[in-house]
């Protein structure tokens, strides 16, 4: 049983299997976004290895959600003036 726990824990660096759990996709779709350079991921010999923060900065970039928080800084534009009728 402990083996079963330490395996349903998410760890900073993962393996595919690890990775494609933690993203809710097949090891084999996670092998082709590795290996097209689609998702962040590096080798450790011929083995792909996958940081969590890497993979959350990854999923945030495409839901947007750091456009969102940017947006949010920027002040809105200066309007033009409307020009007196003549």
């Known amino acids: 049983m402990k ?3 330490v395996r349903s824990e998410i760890r900073e660096v ?6 494609a759990d933690y ?4 090891p084999d779709t996670l092998y082709k976004y590795a290996s097209e350079s689609f998702i962040p991921a590096f080798k450790l010999g011929n083995r792909w290895r996958f940081k969590k923060s890497r993979l959350d900065d990854w999923m945030d970039q495409q839901s947007g959600v750091t456009a ?4 949010k800084e920027v002040k809105p534009r200066q309007r033009k003036p409307i ?4």
């Open 68 to 71: 969102q928080a940017e947006l």
């Open 23 to 26: 993203l809710g996709i097949s």
């Open 14 to 19: 993962m393996d595919i299997r690890q990775a």
């Open 3 to 5: 083996t079963s726990a």
């Open 83 to 86: 020009r007196a009728a003549r």
